[in-house]
């Protein structure tokens, strides 16, 4: 029978995710992955898949990875217990502090990470696209560290959003380099780096942002942030004395909730749950809620879950964070939904909000508005499943949404979210 088929299928392919077996040699994780891109982009693809198939695990590029996690990231960090919050939810809640990382988000973990590589591969200059701004500056910041000049590409819309990492970004030497073009936020920023990229190389690398696009990215991302997992699943049982029940994670693109999910897959127990930005609503075009409302395609090289209209036309995202407001998500998260791992859920700009507010005021961490979708999905969940334990990604801090903040100042958030 056709179900029994996906089932097995479902079965097998979890498995091999869990073995460290995905994706394949050609870039998949089950049907979703691979490479779809033009012919002037392979040589610069293929040189990369080598380059990281040759580095990514050897010895040597691990210590000095290690080494600039700890000495200059900032790593491990810390697994805070919130006890306020676990009053107000009555579940046992507890935060893992990507938010201390140098520049302030999970970011850091690959971009310097990337950046060490680009010099093993012998690159003279790197690229890279944000939309936030948080990989921008984390790349700009990794730049610096391994001595090799940086251009980032970032849409003019979001520019404006997030204006104070745009100064951020050039005061740590990088160069930003506005796009206008498409929806002129993450999308166009990809597209544009993708362009410059072709353009030399051979001398650029290109420090992608996020655990989507084109086979090697999905997989060297996960690599690379995995250590927050990895790290998680270690604090909880040392602290906690247990894994958690579930697990929340914001996802824009999918690299932070990647990287804090990957360690934990075989910890069947677990559940594991990533939050979209569910915008004004569940329209389309009213929000960036890819796995929860998309339809799979291709996508910037990649076949994933993607929100598109009846056409295929790839449609315009909405999301108070831009962070999460992206089309597209990484395949590998399609992957763990389609086999039934993860679930994906998402949660509105008011409810974002209110739950930022509310982290705030009840443990004094002011959350990046991402990230603030995963607490405002922890706390639903909460209220359904009394006395569980709950760990939550806290992928970043919100100083860089002051200005959006500032136009919902304090105590009216609650009104908002009505
Ligand atoms: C960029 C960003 C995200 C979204 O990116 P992912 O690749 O999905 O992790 C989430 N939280 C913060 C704080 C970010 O800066």
Redesign the pocket.
Known sequence: MHSDNEALDAERLLTAAIDGRLPDERGRFGPFGGRYIPETLVPAFERLEAGVKKYLHDEEFQREFRNELVDWVGRPTALTHAPTLSARWGCDVWLKR??LAHT????INNAIGQALLAKRLGARHIIAET??G??GVASAAACARVGLPCTVYMGAVDMERQSPNVDRMRRLGADVVAVTSGDATLRAAIDEAMRAWVSDPDGIYYLL????GPHPYPWL?REL?SVIGREAREQMLARAGALPDAVF???????????LFYPLLADKDTLLIGVEAGGRGSGLGDNSATLATGKPGVLQGSYTMILQDNDGQVQETHSI?A??DYSG??PEHALLQAVGRVSYIMATDSEALEALSELCETEGIL??L??AHAFAAAKKWAGKNPGKRILIGN???GD?DMPTLTQYPVGVSQHAAS
């Open positions: 990507e938010d302030g988000a999970h970011k939309g936030a948080q990989h942002g996020s655990a989507v991302v942030q994670a914001c996802v824009g693109g999918g690299s932070n909730a990647i990287g964070s962070g999460l998500v990484g959350t990046a991402e990230t992928s970043g801090r860089k």
